[in-house]
């Protein structure tokens, strides 16, 4: 490798490599993922809709739950949505997703992926919906 750059540059310590581009970031020296923002601030960004936001984690062993962890325990204790027909109004097709039932009393907010959305963390509290009635069910709720 040395010999290369010597041959090439006729100073072994050159190192013209090109580095790529950097975090848009200011003060952050890592390479760009998407959106001219490394990976970190890239997924803080795709998370809580600024690139800022420090990361906020529950500590591990903690009884809280967030939306995320709400969700994948219903998928766990009851299964695949699939595995349902949609309770939606006069729809017979199989369902897609777990959807919460809103004004629940165990009803907790979370941010997920920028926005703030309720949930909860009772496994109940969850029905099963094709991908149609769910959207028009949460737009309903968020509406009233």
């Known amino acids: 490798m040395h010999y290369t750059r010597w041959l090439r540059h006729g100073d072994p310590s ?13 003060d952050c020296t890592e ?25 906020t984690r529950r500590p591990s062993g903690s009884s809280e739950v967030g939306y995320k962890t709400a969700h994948g325990r219903v998928r766990r204790k009851r299964g695949s949505p699939s595995l349902y027909e949609c309770v939606g ?11 919460y039932i809103h004004g629940s009393s165990n009803e907790k907010k979370d941010l997920y992926r920028g926005f703030i959305l309720p949930y909860s963390p009772d496994v109940n509290d969850y029905q099963p ?6 959207r028009a069910y949460d737009k309903e709720a968020r509406l009233a």
């Not at 970190?40 to 809709?49: P, S």
């Not at 109004?89 to 959807?99: G, H, L, M, R, Y």
């Not at 919906?129 to 769910?134: D, V």
Request: with cysteine; aromatic share 8%.
């Open 14 to 26: 050159i190192n013209k490599r090109p580095r790529g581009r950097l975090c848009s970031m200011l």
């Open 31 to 55: 390479k760009v993922e998407a959106r001219d923002l490394c990976h970190n601030h890239y997924h803080r960004w795709q998370k809580y809709g600024d690139a800022l936001t420090p990361l």
């Open 89 to 99: 109004i006069k729809c017979a097709k199989q369902a897609e997703d777990w959807a």
């Open 129 to 134: 919906m094709c991908r149609l009635c769910h």
